[in-house]
């Protein structure tokens, strides 16, 4: 009854395999499996920090994060570049986190007030931070200000007036880039493109002139440069890279024929990792990419990276609730969901998935709907993922959740935020406890009229 059998997708039958459990955990230094203790993240293994703390949990390797903001660094030094890494918060905003790479000597691209807060408290000095966004309010830039961040990025002609306004009011003055939009297709998913003339974000690279010219006549401002980020989870090459940066080194070259001041370039984020077996960019090819397009102007460059440093680190570790058997197909379902790890749902994104039991790891695998408990069709995680068949409480990781993981979580279904810890060599601790019950419920209150007390 050929109808009736499992139709196994062209990812299992052959055609682009998925990688192995061996080629994922090869390609990941920070991850080994022994025989004994199942999956480890540097000398811990997770099924000990699953009795610890529960599932769902995100684990962080300090150790990768570590390694991961030397490469970059020691890419930018390799190429003769005179440049500073601002570690993009927005991709993982926990406080041990920024702490590691505050060590590093990262500084921060903030995008709102708390992530300004974050940095500062995980002790990224003022001057390390440069503010982005396309609508900071003016308590954000009031801030901002009072913090005297390295460089405030200007989204549109009305922020820089009202930045003006009020930079003047308080007697001060703010140093800030223009952020530019340099038409360039990234090549990337659609909801994370953004240096394209359609998208929300910086000015149109033929405005960028006469705008510049007003910032350096408006008082209370500063111009410094210029800035640029033109998507995320870029993959495709450097094509798109050097097309952007070609346009703000001829923007730089007529800035400077106005006799307008530009002090350095800020190359944005978006260099992308191999969450499944794409050919991912090295930090190399981008710091070759800036030398060649922006170094004949000899200007120091600022970067902004988050998910290059913070995605393979970091895990998202879970359980199995159950293993259900449909019409014609196994389903896998866990204790994490949608709400928890938001990337498939919203990006149609692929994590790699690997069983952390030393006997499941090595168990025949068969094509499995990965899926969490969520109401929604959309809380499924994979669809026929070649996974061992797993009993109740089996422990699994979802690779590479290090960014745009835990901090695009919600309590959607009323479930708690899961539990953060960070791994260093043998120890471990919890970052971020589970989010209680009563922390969920707290914040809720019955009018009087409702019943609640008056
Ligand atoms: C999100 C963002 C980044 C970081 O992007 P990644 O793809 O995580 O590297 C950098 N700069 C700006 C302005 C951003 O909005």
């Known amino acids: 009854m050929a109808a009736s059998l499992p139709v196994a997708p062209a990812s299992v039958l052959g055609a682009d395999p998925d990688p192995s459990f061996a080629e994922l955990l090869a390609a990941r230094s920070h991850l080994s499996m022994h025989a004994h203790d199942g999956l480890m993240v540097e000398e811990v293994p997770l099924a ?80 390390g931070i440069v503010f982005s966004g396309v609508g900071k309010t003016e308590r954000e830039l009031r801030l901002a200000i009072a913090e005297d961040i390295a460089q405030i990025n200007l989204e549109s002609a009305e922020e820089a007036e009202a930045l003006s306004a009020l930079a003047t009011s308080l007697g001060r003055t703010a140093r800030v880039a223009l952020r530019v939009n340099p038409d360039v297709d990234a090549r990337t998913h659609a909801k994370i493109t953004t240096g394209r003339s359609e998208n929300k974000f910086g000015v149109a690279i033929e405005d960028a002139p006469a705008l510049y010219a007003r910032l350096a006549a408006l008082p209370g401002l500063e111009p410094v440069g210029v800035a640029t980020h033109i998507g995320s989870q870029i993959t495709s090459g450097m094509a798109a890279y050097r097309a952007a940066y070609a346009r703000l080194a001829e923007l730089v070259q007529a800035l400077r024929a106005e006799g307008l001041p530009v002090r350095h370039i800020d190359c944005g984020g978006g260099l992308g990792i191999p969450y499944r077996d794409e050919p991912a960019p090295m930090p190399e090819a981008l710091a070759g990419a800036i030398k060649a397009t922006l170094g004949p102007l000899g200007l120091p460059v600022m970067l902004e990276p988050g998910r290059w440093i913070a995605g393979p680190p970091g895990l998202l570790l879970a359980s199995v609730v159950l293993q259900k058997q449909g019409t014609n197909r196994r389903f896998l379902v866990l204790d994490a969901a949608m709400n928890d790890l938001v990337r498939p749902a919203m990006y149609d994104a692929w994590h790699g998935i690997l069983p952390v039991g030393p006997v499941d790891f090595v168990a025949p695998a068969s094509p499995a709907d990965v899926v969490g408990p969520v109401c929604e069709t959309g809380d499924t995680f994979a669809r026929g993922r070649a996974l061992p068949s797993l009993k109740p409480r089996a422990l699994v990781a979802f690779l590479d959740a290090g960014a745009y993981g835990a901090v695009m979580s919600s309590t959607y279904n009323m479930r708690p935020f899961a539990a953060e810890v960070m791994v260093d060599g043998t120890r471990f601790a919890v970052v971020r406890d589970r989010q209680t019950y009563d922390e969920l419920l707290g914040g809720n209150r019955l009018p009087a009229w409702l019943g609640g007390a008056p």
Request: glycine share 12%.
């Open 48 to 127: 000990r920090i699953a009795a610890v703390v529960g599932t769902p949990t995100w684990v962080y390797s300090a150790g990768a994060l570590r390694r991961r903001a030397r490469a970059l660094k020691s890419a930018l030094d390799g190429a003769g570049l005179r440049a500073s890494v601002h570690y993009a918060v927005k991709a993982n905003t926990s406080l041990a986190v920024l702490k590691v790479l505050a060590d590093e000597g990262l500084g921060a691209d903030v995008v709102s007030e708390g992530e300004l807060r974050a940095a500062r408290a995980a002790g990224i000095p003022g001057s």
